[in-house]
């Protein structure tokens, strides 16, 4: 063999390097994953992600810092995404080469035949790959922004309804200790013969009734907590600090008092995303019907022999053009069909979605609006009207205008009065963080964005 052919060899082999070295994926990784299209809601996801031990249980953004770090199901959709924008540069690439080496060892003059290919597709369909990809690795973004702020939102109202709890375990306390203090009064009156022993009895059962509550109470802390820890991938019974207070957030309604659309959400967000998808899917499908190119170029090496041939030594230069042939048309008219059927699958559950979020922001919106006016009811008039009914019925038992029972019954209106109150606070509260899960946005922008929905721009 001359010294010509593994020079060849050694060039077609470089060329190969060159073919399969196209478009790196880290470049594409980077290019894909702009600060404006991968945002996630607190800075970037790697750094939202990174493992920490620490956490402020004393605070509710403590504890929704921790959870974006340690949440597993927010872990294994991140790494979804992840995986997802890894098949953008897989579906950009052009198919492995090929390298063939031939030989003629039984004919005289021996022939050396290397061959390198490459298979194209037809035009544009590299390009609708890796849009698909895209489209792919868009949708899997969004419902990593959905996941966490369903997460979220569960940790919110559960802290709230902690808070509830622990204001209800108070109030029963309160009222334990006060009754404690009626019952040693019942007990003086009746040994100086101005009351009956029956309300001595009324006070130990009254007593027992509110400490049997206040103990149910306190075994329901152990779910509650143990489904807040669960989201934070703690242990069930790790402590976290009850809230004193929450804050007492409010919104203002939109002046439309029934949005007739909803738009802007994550949720409507993957939706078009999820549409534009199939879309390209359908051109994607009509491109597959279309041949593949081969072409290739080769070397061929043919021996110098004693026979007398007008090309003897001559070694030639090679060259390769072949199309695979679509006409099993049938598979690809179905495939069309199918890509066609998903596009108008997409866009019905766009309009579904749509429906259904405008019907559960009008739920959103009543229950905030119920809450806020049962609040506003409890504590200007209720609360103080019932609070002077006790203060009065108490001053009448002391001198024996009023028997113990009108007392009891005093303080029990007044008890369900101020659990009430903490009920419809914590329902307040609860709807806007529904609010915020549904739409996607922060407290600080449902007012801006409610404004919108209400005059539908």
């Known amino acids: 063999m001359r010294v010509g052919f593994p020079i060849v060899l050694a060039s077609l082999l470089t060329l190969l390097q060159v073919c399969v070295g196209m478009t790196p994926a880290e470049q594409v990784f980077r290019q894909y994953r702009s600060p404006n299209e991968t945002a996630v809601v607190e800075g970037d996801a790697t750094d939202l992600l990174a493992s920490s031990d620490e956490i402020d249980s004393t605070t509710l953004d403590g504890l929704l810092r921790h959870a974006a770090r340690n949440n597993p199901s927010l872990r294994a959709a991140f790494a979804r995404w992840q995986a997802a924008l890894e098949q953008i540069p897989q579906m950009r690439a052009l198919p492995d080469p090929r390298l063939s080496y031939e030989i003629m060892a039984r004919v005289s003059p021996r022939e050396h035949t290397v061959m390198l290919s490459q298979m194209f597709p037809w035009f544009g369909t590299l390009s609708l790959e890796q849009k698909m990809a895209e489209k792919e690795a868009r ?74 509550e206040l103990a149910s109470l306190k075994d329901g802390m152990v779910p509650l907590l143990a489904r807040i820890n669960r989201e934070l991938n703690r242990s069930s019974r790790a402590p976290i600090a009850a809230p004193d207070q929450i804050e007492d957030c409010t919104i203002e309604l939109p002046s439309e008092r029934t949005p007739r659309q909803v738009f802007g959400t994550l949720e409507l967000l993957m939706a078009e995303e999820a549409v534009e998808r199939e879309q390209i899917g359908i051109a994607l499908a009509r491109k597959k019907s279309l041949p593949d190119v081969e072409l290739g170029i080769g070397f061929r090496e043919i021996e110098s022999s004693d026979m007398p041939m007008s090309d003897n030594g001559r070694d030639p230069v090679l060259g390769m053009v072949s199309v695979n042939l679509p006409i099993r048309q049938s598979k690809y008219k179905a495939m069309q069909r199918e890509a066609e059927q998903k596009s108008q699958m997409a866009i019905a559950e766009r309009d579904d979605l749509q429906n259904r979020l405008v019907m559960e922001l009008e739920m959103i919106l009543y229950d905030y609006r119920d809450a806020r006016r049962k609040l506003a009811l409890y504590e200007q008039e209720l609360i103080p009207k019932a609070q002077k009914v006790v203060s009065v019925t108490q001053q009448a038992f002391a001198t024996g205008k009023v028997d113990f029972l009108e007392l009891i019954d005093a303080q029990r209106v007044l008890l369900d009065l101020q659990l009430n109150r903490e009920q419809a606070l914590t329902d307040s509260a609860k709807s806007i963080v529904r609010l915020e899960v549904l739409s996607g946005r922060d407290y600080a922008d449902l007012d801006e964005w409610l404004e919108l929905i209400s005059r539908g721009q």
């Open 139 to 212: 949708i899997e973004c969004t419902r990593f922004r959905i996941l966490e702020r369903e997460i979220f939102g569960r940790i919110k109202n559960d802290y709230y309804e902690y808070y509830y709890l622990s204001r209800r375990i108070a109030l029963a306390e309160e009222n334990v200790a006060l009754l404690l203090y009626f019952e040693e009064v019942a007990r003086a009156k009746y040994t100086t013969g101005m009351a009956g022993y029956g309300d001595i009895i009324r006070a130990e059962l009254e007593r027992a009734r509110l400490q049997d």
